[in-house]
């Protein structure tokens, strides 16, 4: 599907721009979406008035069966399979922010290792979606409503080192916890199912936040969608020439992009 600005039953209809964001824990992948969110001058803006929002794929983790909630609060649980996820509400949810719909979505919790069913977050209709996770190119259907997808590409010793803090300070764990999902779970998960999904991204971003470069184009990219999105606004004769301003290759074949300033860069 291209984002089309076109009428359906009467009523405007604006598809928004979907961008995945894929790479392994702690890669980058929030942080890569807040400095995007930032540049454009969105990320202190009211939620209902925001051209660019950013879902994660934890929201949609599935409800755990009371033996699985005993298993992962012993970190003896793999959030890191596929199965892990409610691949039906992630493609359902998908569907509708690409038909311009508002949508509700669970806000998780780590330290329950749950949605929390009474904190929802409401996702109002933007122009351009970024949409971020460990499996977010793992799953076909999903994989092939994104008009642009990302690969944050950060090696695994710093994924590592900086997985440990984060899930001490911020997720509620200890140091031997976090070790062993790391070791039992989450390394070979990323091996099997999150790194072979790297060759489906039209951009990989090596070292994330701190590629300035990488970031910069894909913002400049993002305005020139968002400029000539209002500018068919203004003049929707021009919808009909098609309104995919980003002009990117779609489907299968087409070449990575590589976004690295060290000619010695090779992709981990
Ligand atoms: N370029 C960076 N330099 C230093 N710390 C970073 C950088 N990028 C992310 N972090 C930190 O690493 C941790 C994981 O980053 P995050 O963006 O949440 O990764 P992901 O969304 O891929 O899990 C966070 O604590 C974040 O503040
Ligand atoms: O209850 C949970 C759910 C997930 N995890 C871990 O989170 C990461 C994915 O989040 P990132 O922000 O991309 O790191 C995944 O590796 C899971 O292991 C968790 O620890 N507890």
Do not use: W
Not at 101 to 119: A, F, G, M, Q
Not at 171 to 182: M, S, T
């Amino acid at each position: 599907m291209k984002p089309t600005n076109g009428t359906e039953n009467g009523s405007s209809v604006k598809t928004p721009f979907l961008i995945g964001v894929a790479g392994g824990t702690a890669s980058g992948k929030s942080t890569v979406c807040k400095r995007i969110m930032e540049q454009l001058g969105q990320a202190d803006m009211d939620h209902t008035q925001r051209q660019v929002v950013s879902i994660s794929q934890d929201s949609f983790y599935r409800e755990l069966t009371s033996a699985e909630k005993v298993r992962a609060e012993k970190g003896q649980f793999n959030f890191d399979h596929p199965d892990a996820f409610n691949e039906e509400l992630m493609l359902k949810t998908l569907q509708d922010v690409l038909q311009g719909k508002k949508v509700e979505i669970n806000e998780y919790d780590y330290r329950t290792n749950s949605v929390c069913p009474d904190r929802k977050l409401t996702i109002y209709p933007a122009d351009v979606v970024l949409f971020e996770g460990i499996l977010v190119f793992y799953f076909p259907a999903i994989r092939d409503l994104f008009h642009m997808k990302l690969f944050v590409d950060t090696d695994s010793d710093t994924r590592l080192a900086r997985r440990v803090p984060r899930d001490i300070n911020e997720r509620g764990r200890d140091l031997e916890h976090v070790l062993n999902a790391y070791m039992t779970f989450v390394k070979p998960a990323f091996e099997e199912f999150c790194s072979p999904t790297k060759k489906f991204a039209d951009v990989i971003i090596p070292r994330g936040a701190d590629n300035t470069v990488a970031i910069d184009l894909i913002v400049q990219h993002i305005r020139e969608f968002l400029n000539n999105r209002t500018r068919q606004d203004h003049s929707p004769h021009l919808a009909t020439a098609g309104t995919s301003a980003l002009n990117l290759p779609r489907g299968r074949g087409k070449p990575i992009t590589t976004v690295s300033t060290d000619p010695h860069y090779r992709p981990h």
